[in-house]
């Protein structure tokens, strides 16, 4: 069994509720599990998320990435003393996925004091095929000092 890494305990349904009135609600994005050390979050393909062409959108599967990958950072580090921000994203598309539902789970690599990357691997719901895979950087600022 894998070790804690939280240092906020959040349900899926916390994790939900914050995202009301964001691009997470918008896009359809909805936490699903909060492991010990992983976040889990799914999102449907449909008319939010398809690129013209019918298929899941890069972008879109690149959002619900940063999404889970973000949302844990900030989970890993004091609120009161910092925040966890986007700093760099690679995604590497593996499969056209056009209908249901994607989900991702996002598992640390580095949990450093001033960085945190991420491993986020998206599967299409169902088969279980893989769809993605994607790193994500995210720089860790102090509440406590002028940032830019």
């Known amino acids: 069994m894998s070790q804690r890494i939280w240092f906020v305990e959040a349900t899926p349904a916390a994790l939900n509720e914050l995202a009301q009135g964001t691009l997470v609600e918008a896009l359809g994005i909805t936490f699903t599990e909060v492991g010990p050390d992983y976040i889990r979050g799914r999102m449907p393909v449909d008319g939010r998320t398809r690129q013209y062409l019918g298929m899941l959108h890069g972008g879109a599967s690149v959002a619900l990435a940063e ?67 994607i790193r994500h950087t995210v720089i860790v600022l102090s509440r406590l000092e002028k940032n830019p």
């Open 67 to 133: 999404t889970i990958a973000s949302t844990a950072s900030n989970l890993v580090v004091n609120p009161q003393t910092h925040y966890c921000v986007g700093l760099e994203i690679n995604a590497n598309h593996l499969r056209a996925v056009r209908q249901g539902y994607v989900w991702g789970e996002a598992r640390p690599l580095h949990l450093g004091r001033t960085t945190h990357v991420w491993d986020i691997r998206l599967y299409e719901e169902g088969t279980n095929a893989l769809v993605a895979v």
